[in-house]
């Protein structure tokens, strides 16, 4: 099911690509898809979000929420703190090989939240949508910044 939504944005004109190298993808005002290498997390930011191009990375970080529940891989997306004027869509695949056993030690996923890092506090995306089946959870962020799964 991801994978056709992805298919279905780029037949839609959005550009889709993976974040190969430290520069990131540049995404300018007609909108964009970014990937993490390992596939797991997907940005969406759709037309009109940006004024400007920018370079947007997102990479894999080890520090994640403390204290809320199991959380796997956390992700910086890159530049921290941009601001959007439309929310940009992320989504984190939890399927992707490894995924599921960081962070339940191979049980099931329950209910699971998507979490952006706001300061000190870890707040959770109040526009969540699972999908156990496809193995997602997803919800919208107004500001690039670290986000996280937690079960």
């Known amino acids: 099911?991801?994978?056709?939504?992805?298919?279905?944005?780029?037949?839609?004109?959005?550009?889709?690509?993976?974040?190969?190298?430290p520069q990131g993808t540049e995404v300018g005002p007609e909108g964009g898809v970014v990937v993490s290498d390992d596939g797991r997390l997907t940005v969406e930011i759709p037309a009109g979000a940006l004024g400007d191009t920018v370079d947007i990375?997102?990479?894999?970080?080890?520090?994640?929420?403390?204290?809320?529940?199991?959380?796997?891989?956390a992700?910086?997306?890159?530049?921290?703190?941009?601001?959007?004027?439309?929310?940009?869509?992320?989504?984190y695949d939890w399927t992707v090989e490894g995924a599921a056993d960081a962070l339940t030690g191979g049980g099931d996923i329950v209910d699971p939240a998507l979490v952006i890092e706001r300061g000190p506090q870890w707040r959770a995306l109040a526009d969540r949508t699972i999908d156990h089946d496809a193995g997602y959870v997803s919800g919208s962020v107004?500001?690039?910044?670290?986000?996280?799964?937690?079960?």
Not at 59 to 67: F, S
């Open 142 to 151: 107004n500001y690039l910044g670290v986000v996280a799964i937690v079960d």
């Open 75 to 91: 992700y910086s997306i890159e530049p921290l703190g941009t601001a959007l004027v439309l929310p940009a869509h992320v989504e």
């Open 1 to 21: 099911a991801t994978t056709s939504r992805l298919l279905a944005l780029v037949l839609s004109a959005t550009a889709l690509v993976a974040c190969d190298g």
């Open 57 to 73: 990375s997102i990479h894999a970080v080890e520090d994640g929420p403390d204290g809320q529940g199991s959380a796997i891989r």
